[in-house]
Nanobody, 125 residues
Framework: VQLQASGGGLVQAGGSLRLSCVAS????????MAWFRQAPGKEREFVAA????????YYADSVKGRFTIGRDNAKNTVYLQMHSLKPEDTAVYYC???????????????????WGQGTLVTVSS
């Protein structure tokens, strides 16, 4: 499957954005999906994930309560709804996927073998 992320942009602190990641291919329903982000000079970090099996969701502590991950299997799309954005949320956001992984270790980037191209989110103070 190939992934195409979109929805990034410039927003003021306290604002909202919704990222989308569209997957090609017919096996999307069996993919564990996640969002990662990478700020300049920093390592790529886990943001949120959603499992294929039962759509269980997982979040980094830094975004819990502000971000929501969801998926629409009919549209081959995973979303990241972001509210109450902070300047420290500024980063390139990547969607990632892994087919039918069980058990599912959702935080390491190495758990995913499909990556989108990234979309830049800039939060101004």
């Amino acid at each position: 499957v190939q992934l195409q992320a979109s929805g990034g942009g410039l927003v003021q602190a306290g604002g909202s954005l919704r990222l989308s990641c569209v997957a090609s291919g017919r096996t999307f329903v069996a993919y564990n999906m996640a969002w990662f982000r990478q700020a300049p000079g920093k390592e790529r970090e886990f943001v949120a994930a959603i499992s294929w099996r039962d759509s269980s969701t997982y979040y980094a502590d830094s975004v819990k309560g502000r971000f929501t991950i969801g998926r629409d299997n009919a549209k081959n799309t995973v979303y990241l709804q972001m509210h109450s954005l902070k300047p420290e949320d500024t980063a390139v956001y990547y969607c990632a996927g892994k087919y039918y992984s069980n058990p599912y270790y959702y935080t390491p980037p190495s758990s995913y073998d499909q990556w989108g191209q990234g979309t830049l989110v800039t939060v101004s103070s």
